[in-house]
């Protein structure tokens, strides 16, 4: 007779709820923000949202049969945009060595270090077919990772705070776990003052709405201790002033070695000319989308053309059964 592990059952129930739940995140980040949050009730009957409701519904029918699961999340992807979060079941080991936030391409589950890292969790050849001076972002970057816990955390920015703080910290139970999952550092980082309008200072990276919060602390003199920082990252430290982010230091990437490399400008050199392969980075899906046109003739015209946007943008467009479809 063969026994299951409660690890084997979690994940069946796991891979059920997700092939019958449909993740349609840009419904509800763009236009249609309004229907967050969702209601348990509205989740189990359309079994539609983003991850964050996809992982609710998986919590809840993994705990109703007796399988300790937690929710973790990713605050900001370091290369992407919006936050990610996803159900590990207590108890499971992660196999492998942990995620060090550089690209590699998909060859096996093995190399899932973190869930949703990957655009694509499959590994086409003809990938290869690009020319070297293109680069592919297989997966995103993580700069923290958290879990959410109903035991309050006794350093937890919510009970220390006394100012405004942003909203991803104000949950009690927000537990880092960033070194579970990814290479990680504890740096100091240089501020620009000495003294300081706010209590507290942020590491920030780079969303699509700009720039997001995703670790604190305290401010002393001329710098601030920041611990278990993913590597390979770009960061900016910055204070929260009225639900604004205002930069405090230099933006800077934090090298695998934990290095502190700035970005600065670079006034006093100036370069005439500059080449630009890709005006936004190719990952691992339109990247294939481009290896496909490999060999495609491509027709354009430089006359002005009609205004179909009413006073938006122009865009490029193709013909296709007779019908202007524009991309």
Same mark, same amino acid.
């Given at each position: 007779?063969?026994?299951?592990?409660? @690890?084997?059952?979690?994940?069946?129930?796991?891979?059920?709820?997700? *092939?019958?739940?449909?993740?349609?995140?840009?419904?509800?980040?763009?236009?249609?923000?309004?229907?967050?949050?969702? /209601?348990?009730?509205?989740?189990?009957? /359309?079994?539609?949202?983003?991850?964050?409701?996809?992982? /609710?519904?998986?919590?809840?029918?993994?705990?109703?049969?007796?399988?300790?699961?937690?929710?973790?999340?990713?605050?900001?992807?370091?290369?992407?945009?919006?936050?990610?979060?996803?159900?590990?079941?207590?108890?499971?080991?992660?196999?492998?060595?942990?995620?060090?936030?550089?690209?590699?391409?998909?060859? /096996?589950?093995?190399?899932?270090?973190?869930?949703?890292?990957?655009?694509?969790?499959?590994?086409?050849?003809?990938?290869?077919?690009?020319?070297?001076?293109?680069?592919?972002?297989?997966?995103?970057?993580?700069?923290?990772?958290?879990?959410?816990?109903?035991?309050?955390?006794?350093?937890?920015?919510?009970?220390?705070?006394? @100012?405004?703080?942003?909203?991803?910290?104000?949950?009690?139970?927000?537990?880092?776990?960033?070194?579970?999952?990814?290479?990680?550092?504890?740096?100091?980082?240089?501020?620009?003052?000495?003294? +300081?309008?706010?209590?507290?200072?942020?590491?920030?990276?780079?969303?699509?709405?700009?720039?997001?919060?995703?670790?604190?602390?305290?401010? @002393?003199?001329?710098?601030?201790?920041?611990?278990?920082?993913?590597?390979?990252?770009?960061?900016?430290?910055?204070?929260?002033?009225?639900?604004?982010? *205002?930069?405090?230091?230099?933006?800077?990437?934090?090298?695998? @070695?934990?290095?502190?490399?700035?970005?600065?400008?670079?006034?006093?050199?100036?370069?005439?000319?500059?080449?630009?392969?890709?005006?936004?980075?190719?990952?691992?899906?339109?990247?294939?989308?481009?290896?496909?046109?490999?060999?495609?003739?491509?027709?354009?015209?430089?006359?002005?053309? +009609?205004?179909?946007?009413?006073?938006?943008?122009?865009?490029?467009?193709?013909?296709?059964?007779?019908?202007?479809?524009?991309?």
């Amino acid at each position: 007779m063969y026994t299951c592990s409660y @690890e084997e059952i979690g994940k069946a129930i796991s891979d059920e709820v997700e *092939q019958g739940f449909l993740n349609e995140w840009i419904i509800f980040t763009g236009k249609y923000q309004g229907l967050r949050p969702m /209601t348990f009730q509205n989740i189990v009957a /359309t079994q539609i949202g983003t991850c964050l409701e996809k992982s /609710t519904y998986k919590i809840a029918a993994l705990r109703a049969n007796g399988i300790p699961a937690a929710l973790n999340m990713v605050p900001c992807w370091g290369n992407s945009q919006y936050p990610h979060s996803w159900v590990e079941i207590i108890g499971s080991k992660q196999s492998g060595s942990i995620y060090d936030n550089t690209q590699r391409p998909f060859l /096996t589950k093995e190399d899932i270090k973190i869930d949703g890292m990957f655009w694509r969790d499959v590994y086409q050849p003809k990938i290869d077919l690009l020319p070297s001076t293109i680069t592919v972002q297989y997966c995103r970057t993580a700069p923290k990772v958290y879990r959410y816990n109903y035991r309050i955390q006794l350093h937890s920015l919510a009970i220390l705070s006394k @100012e405004e703080i942003p909203a991803l910290f104000k949950n009690p139970g927000l537990e880092d776990i960033t070194d579970q999952y990814v290479v990680c550092k504890d740096i100091e980082v240089p501020l620009w003052k000495e003294k +300081h309008p706010k209590e507290y200072v942020y590491l920030c990276c780079y969303d699509v709405i700009g720039w997001n919060p995703v670790c604190w602390s305290r401010a @002393e003199g001329t710098k601030a201790y920041f611990p278990k920082m993913g590597v390979n990252m770009l960061y900016l430290p910055a204070y929260y002033n009225n639900g604004s982010i *205002q930069p405090a230091g230099d933006a800077f990437i934090l090298t695998s @070695e934990g290095n502190l490399r700035k970005l600065l400008p670079g006034f006093e050199r100036m370069e005439s000319s500059a080449t630009f392969y890709s005006k936004v980075p190719y990952r691992m899906n339109t990247a294939l989308q481009a290896a496909g046109t490999i060999g495609t003739r491509f027709y354009v015209c430089n006359f002005r053309i +009609h205004n179909h946007t009413r006073g938006k943008e122009h865009r490029p467009f193709t013909y296709e059964g007779g019908k202007q479809v524009w991309y």
